[in-house]
């Protein structure tokens, strides 16, 4: 679990700078708002399908990430359990790449 990434992810909600949940996140992508979609570990498949579908159906510069954290990890830092989160602001979704990326290269 990152804590990192969770404390951004709470920073960014009180920002008002997320899309929570699937309808919420799609609408973002549509609208061209959405700059990072993170889906939890245990988020379906499907999910995963359709939010990819979308993404390159709008042309969106949305980058997709499956992240290490769960359901639940996500509605503790938030609190909203959801499966699938957008961060609507380039800086916000630019150091939470960061923070991904030294995971992926520390861990």
Do not use: C
């Not at 993404?55 to 359990?81: N, W």
């Not at 960061?98 to 861990?107: P, Q, V």
Request: hydrophobic content about 45%; proline content about 1%; cysteine-free.
């Amino acid at each position: 679990m990152n804590s990192k990434l969770l404390s951004l992810l709470g920073l960014a909600k009180k920002a008002g700078r997320l899309a929570l949940g699937h309808d919420a996140v799609l609408e973002a992508v549509g609208k061209h708002r959405a700059e990072l979609v993170l889906l939890a570990a245990d988020a379906s498949a499907r999910l995963e399908r359709e939010v990819k579908r979308e993404v390159t159906f709008q042309k969106s510069k949305a980058t997709v990430i499956r992240t290490e954290e769960t359901m639940a990890d996500i509605g503790r830092a938030l609190p909203h359990k959801v499966g699938v989160v957008s961060v609507n602001d380039a800086s916000f979704a630019a150091a939470m790449k960061n923070i991904m990326e030294e995971a992926d290269t520390n861990g």
